[in-house]
């Protein structure tokens, strides 16, 4: 609810004021020995506590004459007349928070969704938001609230998930064209958490399983054709160049050998081929050494 001043709010300054003024009648009072000055001194002190009125730096009230809207007042002490004069609801002017949520609302690709948003308002001007709405804060939660489920149901599920930031300043561009003749700007909306049910979770999580190896094998099938290719282009220098074929198995060989402890078994007839056998005992004796 909007907080409200009536008359029988009482602050300190209108303490204060009423008890001056009484002590002040009653020291007076004590000295000319009539009741005349307390009598006075109570009534001006009760004068005053109705009276005066103080709204705060981030607020705005309304003053009434006889129901009629007077003006703006505040901040800082204000004085109105009693009976004859109210003061209405006071506005605060400061940034304020709405939590909003839409249950169980259909995407446009008929998903069920729950959405909680958070809108982000302030009342700009103080004299349209008390004349104009009765209680502009419900009309705030319940218009958004009405915008997250319309904009909900014109997007499908990916957007929903994937666009929140486009989401939000969609709703807030509705909502600030409602509520700027009610006096109050929407300076943000934020899409805080979407939940979509279990059974969809799940039925997401293995599509996202199933594509994520289909691009393995997918990376796999590239590399293998790749290290084809190179493997066929590598036979042909072979070919053409002996020597070089000659020079990359007793590479090969040296790489096997070198650990300790190692053991290779090399074909005899591999051997005969590449004329390896002056080759393995050299590097037999290089090791023993």
């Known amino acids: ?31 000319t020995r ?4 307390t009598l006075a001194g109570a009534l001006v002190g009760l004068y005053l506590l109705f009276a005066i009125k103080v709204v705060r730096q981030w607020e705005k009230a309304i003053k009434l004459r006889f129901g009629r809207y007077v003006g703006l007042l505040g901040p800082g002490i204000v004085l109105i007349v009693p009976v004859i004069e109210t003061l209405s609801q006071v506005v605060d002017q400061r940034v304020r928070v709405a939590n909003v949520s839409a249950e169980t609302t259909l ?11 958070i809108v982000f308002w302030m009342v700009w001007n103080a004299e349209k938001a008390i004349l104009e709405v009765e209680n502009y804060g419900d009309a705030i939660t319940m218009s958004a609230q009405t915008a997250l489920r319309e904009s909900i149901g014109r997007h499908d599920l990916h957007q929903a998930l994937a666009e929140r ?7 807030q561009k509705i909502l600030d064209q409602k509520t700027n003749p009610w006096g109050i700007t929407v300076q943000s909306v934020e899409i805080r958490d979407v939940q979509i049910p279990l059974d969809l979770q799940d039925a997401m999580s293995r599509e996202a399983q199933a594509e994520r190896e289909r691009r393995a094998r997918v990376i ?5 054709t790749e290290i084809a290719d190179k493997f066929a282009a590598a ?5 053409d160049n002996p020597v070089a074929l000659h020079l990359r198995a007793m590479n090969m060989l040296y790489e096997a050998i070198k650990e300790k402890g190692s053991m290779v078994i090399v074909p005899s007839s591999a051997v005969e081929t590449m004329g390896l056998g002056g080759s393995l005992a050299t590097a037999s004796l290089a090791k023993q050494q």
């Open 107 to 117: 995407t446009r690709d008929t998903v069920p969704v729950n959405v909680d948003a």
């Open 34 to 37: 009539q009741p005349a000055p």
């Open 235 to 239: 036979s042909v220098v072979y070919k």
């Open 165 to 171: 930031e486009t989401l939000g300043q969609e709703l």
């Open 1 to 31: 609810m909007t907080p409200k001043i009536t008359t029988q709010n009482f602050n300190g300054v209108a303490v204060t004021a009423f008890l001056v003024c009484f002590l002040t009648g009653v020291l007076a009072t004590v000295f």
């Open 220 to 224: 796999l099938g590239t590399a293998e």
